[in-house]
Each structure stands twice: as C-alpha cells, then as structure tokens.
DNA sequence: GACTTTTGTTCATATATCGCACAGAATTCT
DNA sequence: AGAATTCTGTGCGATATATGAACAAAAGTC
C-alpha cells in the first residue's frame, strides 16, 4: 500500500472514539488527546466532527459518545453471517445445558463476543456481543489460541499482559504453550476459576466444512454447581454436538 | 462550528463503515463507493485504511469487516453508564416476568437496544444491543416517541418509512399521534403484533431523577401464550416496580 | 489577589487528501 | 475471439487538513 493510500484523518478520528473506550464517558477535548495520543487540535477537530454528524454530543466541555456509535460495530454484527447462523444453536445449547453458552472469535490478545445465550448472570462482569475478555485466560481463548500455529500463538502470548487474576490462573508462557498442545489433542478447553473466582467454562472450536476453526463456544457455569472435574462429563456431549450441527452448516 | 473544524476525511471514512451495514458483509470498492455515495478514490483509500489499521480484511478483490470494528460500538456501550446500570435490572425483570426484557434508546426514528435479558427467542429476529428496530411499530419506540414534544415525534413520523407489517401496524401519523397521547396518560405502550404476527409486547418509559425519559424498557411474549388484553395485567406491575427502581438510582 | 498550571481556541503554513480523468485489468456479452 | 462493459489503480492540480506555537480564558494554588 502507498503512504497517499492511508487516510490519517480517518485513522486518527477512529482512535478518538476508542479513546471512550471502558471507563471514558465524558472526555474533554485534552483528556481525549491524552488517551489518543494525539494534539489537541486534532483531538477536537475529530470531536467536533462526531458531533456534528451526531455520534457525540458537545455541552461545551465534555463529549458523550451517543448511541449512533453503535451502528458502527452493528455494521459487523448484522453483516457477518456468522453471529446469526450461531445465535440460535447457542440459544437451544444454552436451554439445554441449563447454563449460559456464548460464542466469540479472537482479535489480536482478546476474544471477542459474537454471540450469547445467557440464563443467569453468573459473572460479576456484564457480557455482551462485543465485550472482550483476555484470550489466555478464557476457555474460548484457549481453544482458539490452540488452533494457531504454535509460533503465532507464543508471539500473541508475548503480547499480552498475563495477569494473575486468581490463585488458579496460568501466566507461564511455556505452561500455557503445552497446555495448547493439550487442548489440540482432547478438542476442547476447560478453565478452573482462572478468570475470577467460582466460574468455570468449558470450550470446543467451531470449524467450518473445511475444518478450519472460525470461532469457539463455550458454556460457563458457577463452580459451586458444575465444579471443573465435572464439567466435561456434563456438558462436553452437548457442545460436541453443536459443533457437528455447525461444521455442516459453515463455509 | 468553523468549515475547517470538520475533517471530511475522518466523515467520509465512517460513511464507509455504515456501508456494511445489514445485508452486505463482502463490499467491493465500486459496491462501497455507490453505498456510501462517495467517489470511488476516496472509499478505496478509506477501505485501505480499515484493512491497514486491522478494522478490515481485504482479499485484493472484496473488503470484509472484522470483529475489531466491533471495539467502536463497545466503546459506548462500556463506557456508558446507562446500559450497565440497566442490565440487572433487566434480569430480574425478565425472570419474574418468565419473558424476555429489553432496555432501548432513541437514534433518529429508530430504537437501538442497549440492554437485554432473553429468557427464550420468540422472534424471528435476533436482537442484541445494537440492534435497531423502526421506533413507530415498537412498544418501547412509541413510549420514546409520546415522551417527546408532539412537533418534534411528528417531525420524526414524516422522516420515517411507516410501512405496514402486519394488518395490525398503525401507519397513520395522526393515529399515532393519537395513540402518543394515550401513552402518555396512561404511562405504558402495548403493542399487538404490530411489528411481527405472533409478538406483543408492552413498554414504560425510564426516567432519571429530574424526571426525564432517558429510555424505555418493556416485556415481550409470544401472542400465544399472552395475548395484547392481558399484557397490561400481567406484566405492568413488573414494569412499574423496575421502573420505580431505576428512577431512583439514575442521575 | 497574584501566581502557576491547565485548557480551549486560533492562525499561518507546510503537508496531505480529494476527485477527476485516464489507462490497464478483469468480466461479460455477442 | 473480439467488442463492450465494468472495475480498479494511479497521477495530478486544486483544495482541505495537520501541525505547533501563540494567545486567551479558566481553574487551581498559595
């Protein structure tokens, strides 16, 4: 690609409106220059211009990001057929299970929701297609880090923040590497309370006709009901099944 | 705001984006560059950007979105205060209710769902926050649209394509006018099969603290199992009892 | 109240982008 | 196969934007 090929403005306005990302409601135009890393007047230029397009709404000092922002990350989930054609095997996984079952893809270091049939809350964190969790300590991470190439999945792992979230979370690289290699073997993924305490998940791969695995589900559950040695008797033949009824209907 | 506060570049770039909206996932540059109503130079310097910066993937013939764009949308959701303070809410109605519940704003003269708690699928479609749905025909749509001055929801009614659905949707702006009034006396919006045979649903209004509507939250259920007469008795008192409840703890 | 620091805005100019027009490539039609 | 059509990539002049410093206003500090 030539350098006359890249819209910066455009780059630069799509950073701001990360910048609202997690805990940013309000952004003056100098704490959003702060988090984008970019000058001031830039900063407010792109600001300006989401508000007059009516993305964000200006008193005078702070911006709001409004709920036409959504349409942007509805423009993935309402085209890809994938959320839509899983939705409702996720929907009829979930009943039957009698516990929460979600889909999600891997973007970079994180996995994101694409989907989710949710029973009752189980987690102290509100999930949603969109929301994003660390994939090397995620059952549908796991799955899907395993189904990279061994070198791809160390360098992702070299840029992810391994944080100890619990006693039981798994922060080694080379401990998370063969439990790869282990994941591969078995086909599928089981998290003991490495995310927060008292959840535990098990994930298998979805693939696709060819076998190539486009996202992962998962069913997660409180450890108090389905500890993590039970969950694969329970809930394995289940998932397993999805998966088949998947595999066929997948390009 | 000045001319040169404006970065068109930045403007014409998430025109691009929004051309992927619904039904194409795959877009061409001349397909995008007609969406979008841009010239073709343009859209494909922005599609090359996406793709540079990760938001796109491209095959040297068709642009796809990837679920990174999704980071956008999640940005409102997540920083936001509005949908994570709903959502619990939500979930206590949807369980004592037995039926799903939903939280929504108002965009233009659509509703976009920020929140929900699904108990069973009774649509045809799938709805998750994001989703948007015409505001005329919907339950929590009309408590929006009764909440606002009567000029500016019949400003919003003439911009709107009333398109009949089913025998039963209301597509006369002075009946719905009509039927604005009535809501707001009442205080709820009951919808019968209006938008799909087989649905009703019936919605309040959510107001913060001073008493203004920041959104709308309702119940819907298959027609079968609770017909438009008996959506009032059941489930009001539900509605009411959250409502009450967020009125109190909404800023 | 005077001082310092932070913030928002403006301006001139160097730089980057836009949209048009053209040419080559790919596709479709005859 | 060749013509016609559609699509894509590129060069260029006109136009729009980014930059960083400078200024003004506000907020915070003593």
Redesign the pocket.
Known sequence: M?????????A??LKVIEAFGETHQRL????A??LAG?????V???L?TLAELGYADYD???FTLTPKILRLGHAYLSATPLPLQIQPHLDQLSEKAGQSASASVLDGSEIVYIARASQRRVMSINLTPGSRLPAYCASMGRVLLAALPESEARAILSRTDLKQNTPNTKTDPEDLIAEFRRIRSKGYAIIDQELEIGLCSIAVPVENDRGQTVAAINIGAPAAHAPASEMAGRYLPLLQETQRALRLILR
């Open positions: 030539r350098e006359t090929d890249f819209v910066s403005g455009f630069r306005g003056s135009i100098t704490e220059s702060k970019l000058d001031r007047a830039t407010r230029r792109s300006l005078g000092k702070f």
